[in-house]
T-cell receptor, first 114, second 113 residues
Framework: NAGVTQTPKFQVLKTGQSMTLQCAQD?????MYWYRQDPGMGLRLIYY???????DKGEVPNGYNVSRLNKREFSLRLESAAPSQTSVYFC?????????????FGSGTRLTVV | GQQLNQSPQSMFIQEGEDVSMNCTSS?????WLWYKQDPGEGPVLLIA?????ELTSNGRLTAQFGITRKDSFLNISASIPSDVGIYFC?????????????FGKGTKLSVKP
């Protein structure tokens, strides 16, 4: 019962380095999301994909890009990492149609940029 | 944009005590959801509410969808150490922006044995 799988779980980057966070879901969900979580800030939406082939900006998209590779996979890319991007990143998915039953979250990627 | 005000921000309670937290908004929502995040994990859905006035329980947890559709409440009875974590409310509007689901900033619960 995998649900939403994120890789890697931990990562340390130097300022200016690039990396891609991977996310895959096995629930045949239409919609996928990337959030970042910072102390006292709750969950902030970076990008989302309402369905395969579409992506849209969320609340805090600057410095990130996404790719909806297929229905299962949604990746988040940091082209030139900055210390302000130190955070915990969560991927989530939902069946779409208003996400009436909420989102299913992965266990997160803890990213430190030094 | 839409915002949810979740309170309290944090709580320190003794094992066995009851807990109450709430979420308010200036906007109407069609669905309210409550999530719990254990330390080092992603949020997990606890309760979903779909109708104004609805009261739903999940074990020791009870949540209510406010009559005005602008608020929701979560109560935990007889708290135990494994209740520790961050509780998030989330509101859903059909056809809204930002992926539809709006999250509160969370209530961090600490339980002393």
């Amino acid at each position: 019962n995998a649900g939403v799988t994120q890789t890697p779980k931990f990562q340390v980057l130097k300022t200016g380095q690039s990396m891609t966070l991977q996310c895959a879901q096995d629930m045949n969900h239409n919609s996928m999301y990337w959030y970042r979580q910072d102390p006292g800030m709750g969950l902030r939406l970076i990008y989302y994909s309402a369905s395969e082939g579409t992506t849209d900006k969320g609340e805090v998209p600057n410095g990130y890009n996404v790719s909806r590779l297929n229905k299962r996979e949604f990746s988040l890319r940091l082209e030139s990492a900055a210390p302000s991007q130190t955070s915990v990143y969560f991927c989530a998915s939902s069946a779409g149609g208003g996400a009436l039953r909420g989102y299913t979250f992965g266990s997160g990627t803890r990213l430190t940029v030094v | 944009g839409q915002q949810l005000n979740q309170s309290p921000q944090s709580m320190f309670i003794q094992e066995g005590e009851d807990v109450s937290m709430n979420c308010t908004s200036s906007s109407i929502f069609n669905t309210w959801l409550w999530y719990k995040q254990d330390p080092g994990e992603g949020p997990v859905l606890l309760i979903a509410l779909y109708k104004a006035g609805e009261l739903t329980s999940n074990g020791r947890l009870t949540a209510q969808f406010g009559i005005t559709r602008k608020d929701s409440f979560l109560n935990i009875s007889a708290s135990i150490p494994s209740d520790v974590g961050i509780y998030f409310c989330a509101g859903l509007n059909y056809g809204g922006s930002q992926g539809n689901l709006i999250f509160g900033k969370g209530t961090k619960l600490s339980v002393k044995p």
